[in-house]
Nanobody
Framework: QVQLVESGGGLVQSGGSLRLSCTVS????????MAWYRQTPGKQRELAAGITSGGSTNYTDSVKGRFTISRDNAKRTVYLQMNNLKPEDTAVYYC?????WGHGTQVTVSS
């Protein structure tokens, strides 16, 4: 059974930084793409950043230049480094691995 455990959310002031982590167990990790999504109340979950098994990355326009997704296959972990955070980045962030989702971690950015 695939399990995803996220960590690293919290409350930060505008302009601050956070790093999210998502560790996967129960499946081969290195051959699959990973992604971080985010969701605010009343809105659809949206892709924030993705990374392929080969390390290619993609980002939604609003986070380009501020967020960096990376992975450590030895640790079976994907990271999302978030810099220069803005209040509009406030959301629950979810890790996705194939068809499985993490429980979500809250990121709150105060102005």
């Amino acid at each position: 059974q695939v399990q995803l455990v996220e960590s690293g959310g919290g409350l930060v002031q505008s302009g601050g930084s956070l790093r999210l982590s998502c560790t996967v167990s129960g499946s081969i990790f290195s051959i699959y793409s990973m992604a971080w999504y985010r969701q605010t109340p009343g809105k659809q979950r949206e892709l924030a950043a993705g990374i392929t098994s080969g390390g290619s990355t993609n980002y939604t326009d609003s986070v380009k230049g501020r967020f960096t997704i990376s992975r450590d296959n030895a640790k079976r972990t994907v990271y999302l480094q978030m810099n220069n955070l803005k209040p509009e980045d406030t959301a629950v962030y979810y890790c996705r691995f194939i068809h499985s989702w993490g429980h979500g971690t809250q990121v709150t950015v105060s102005s």
